[in-house]
């Protein structure tokens, strides 16, 4: 986890297996470099360090990619790591062609619509109750994207990466106030598992700031799979592990604290497991402008919604508007698109309405219903529509966990990729003995439908994976990259990718200032989410038009991202503040 040198050097306590070691000392984290040569930008300075090395040594962006993923799987455990799954975007500089890999978590082959729902009540489950349980475990798919991405496009084997992350959890790295934070606001779910309360609890209450975190379990189960290939994961001996904590979790006889509900075993199978591939969906695409937008398709919800509503932004008289005209149509046409994906997208959405909801045609119908001078009452309803707005009920969303990262090589290769286990923290169980978090990916299905009378594309199905907001991103011009961004959040990372590019595009902001700038998502709720900044900044000026300011939030979303510059330029960018600030590193430092 990120954290200051100064401090790293000055660990006091160790958690975990003592060793004589100090832990991975810390690199400096700076949110922006320039140069060339190659570009990393993670929210973890040892995570873009590994995937900094493999550059420098000659390795590809996947090569590096993949390296900078095992390591923030051991230093960022609560937001990704082979418990969980994402969305892996790259483009080859070679063919000039950009390629997915769907690593999202898979259900069960038993699972139907009504998983989520107690048959004893007939109820859907609270959400905590059915986080913090084996149901709520999807077959990972983030192990099985590293594999293909390193087949497919690397250079270097999976091995490679996952040795050198296993040195990272050996010699542990330092606490800081991000890590204690997450895993403070976790304390409860976490102490109800020995085996993630002895790793994460140390004495039963929050690791201090300062303290090393050792991961020696984890650690040997890197070495095992660099050794045995992913089948010791996905048939072999870490599945077996992996499917008794999810069939019968191994609750703690002394939790550190009660919790509020039972905690139920789930029904994953070995053959779910067994069964597991990636997919690789073509890209969505959308001209915006005379640039091109490539993003991630169903399951994820992302690529559709970032290119609908860029569509309509496209679609609406923006020449000459002001700064407060731009945020209008902004925050409008997130809440159309947003309509449309509650109402069409999930895992089986036809191929069709994906590629009507990314089409001109369907832009122009929702774009005619946005005003000028006046905000649409929100919750708006699901096109296709007449130029008449309509109202209907709102579609609750939740989390801001997840973590992102922006790769690009000396050959213009460019990956973008997101990962999590949802919420941090995920299902709250590690793995006894080996050292990994479990994912919690299945609640992001609708437990009940939630588009009334109509058909909800994102209820549980058999061996279905769950909709998702991720979105990673890479716009091309005249061909060639221009930009790539990603971000965290549920679902405010649709709306984070869209003003970034919208403010780096449209606002005239630098891509430093776009990533900087203060946050609203408007996801078709009631109420904007915003962060205090941008309510401030902008809420006078907004409010009379109509719009309506919820809660704020603290921090909405921490992006990374590279924009490509003349002559080979690299921009890399990550948070300057958010979740602590992140760390941006090129090879070859310059302008
Ligand atoms: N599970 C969420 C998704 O796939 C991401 C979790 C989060 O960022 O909170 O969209």
Redesign the pocket.
């Known amino acids: 986890m990120r954290f200051l040198t100064a401090l790293a050097a000055f660990s006091l306590t160790t958690v975990g297996l003592a060793t004589p070691a100090s832990a991975t000392p810390v690199p400096t984290k700076t949110p922006t470099a320039q140069g060339y040569g190659g570009a990393i930008a993670t929210v973890d300075p040892t995570a873009t360090a590994a995937g900094l090395e493999v550059l420098r040594r000659g390795g590809n962006a996947v090569d590096a990619a993949v390296a900078a993923a095992a390591t923030l799987g051991v230093t960022e455990p609560f937001a990704s790591g082979i418990g969980g799954g994402g969305f892996f975007v790259y483009y080859d500089a070679r063919t000039h062609r950009v390629h997915t890999i769907d690593g999202r978590e898979t259900g069960p082959a038993t699972m139907t619509s009504t998983y989520f729902v107690n048959p004893a009540t007939g109820q859907p489950y609270a959400f905590d109750e059915a986080r913090v349980s084996g149901l709520s475990v999807g077959v990972p798919g983030t192990l099985a994207t590293w594999e293909a991405a390193s087949r497919q496009w690397g250079t270097r084997s999976l091995g490679n990466a996952l040795n050198d992350a296993a040195k990272v959890a050996d010699r542990g790295y330092t606490v800081d106030a991000e890590f204690r934070r997450q895993v403070t606001e976790n304390a409860a779910a976490f102490g109800q598992f020995d085996a993630t309360k002895a790793l994460y609890l140390p004495g039963g209450a929050p690791p201090a700031v300062g303290t090393t975190i050792r991961n020696p379990d984890l650690a040997k189960t890197y070495r095992l799979i660099a050794r045995k290939g992913t089948g010791a994961f996905y048939r072999g001996e870490i599945g077996k592990d992996l499917l008794a904590t999810v069939r019968s979790p191994e609750i703690s006889d002394s939790p550190t604290s009660p919790w509020a509900y039972p905690i139920r075993p789930g029904v994953l199978t070995a053959s779910d497991l067994a069964k597991y591939q990636v997919r690789h969906p073509a890209p969505t695409k959308a001209d915006y402008k005379g640039l091109t937008v490539y993003g991630m398709s169903t399951p994820?919800s992302g690529g559709t919604t970032v290119s609908e509503a860029l569509n309509i932004l496209e679609a609406s008289p923006l020449d000459g508007a002001s700064t407060t005209e731009k945020l209008h149509y902004y925050l409008e046409a997130s809440a159309l698109a947003f309509a449309d994906r509650g109402r069409y997208l999930g895992a089986g959405t036809p191929q069709a309405r994906l590629r009507e909801l990314v089409s001109d045609r369907w832009a122009k119908q929702r774009a005619c219903q946005i005003s000028p001078d006046r905000a649409l009452v929100k919750p708006v309803a699901p096109g296709p529509s007449g130029c008449t707005p309509s109202v209907t009920a709102a579609t609750p969303d939740k989390?801001?966990?997840?973590t992102n990262l922006t790769v690009a090589d000396r050959w213009g290769n460019v990956v973008e990729y997101t990962l999590?286990l949802?919420?941090f923290g995920g299902n709250a169980m590690i793995v006894p003995g080996r050292g990994f978090m479990l994912n919690n990916?299945l609640t992001?299905f609708n437990f009940t439908g939630t588009q009334g009378a109509f058909d909800d594309p994102n209820l549980p199905g058999p061996g279905k994976r769950p909709r998702?907001?991720?979105s990673p991103t890479i716009v091309l011009k005249d061909g060639k990259p221009f930009l790539a961004v990603g971000a965290?959040?549920?679902?405010t990372?649709i709306t984070t990718v869209l003003q970034i590019v919208y403010g780096r595009l449209d606002l005239g902001l630098t891509l430093p200032q776009a990533l900087a700038a203060p946050r609203a998502a408007q996801r078709n709720t009631p109420g904007i989410q915003a962060e205090p900044a941008f309510h401030t900044t902008y809420g006078p000026a907004l409010t009379p038009l109509g719009h309506v300011f919820g809660a704020d939030a603290p921090e909405i979303g921490a992006a990374t991202a590279i924009e490509f510059t003349a002559h080979g330029g690299q921009l890399a960018v990550a948070e300057p503040v958010r979740r602590g600030g992140g760390a941006a590193a090129v090879v070859h430092p310059g302008r």
């Open positions: 994820s989390g801001m966990s997840t999590t949802e919420q990916e992001d998702s907001s991720m965290p959040g549920g679902s990372i």
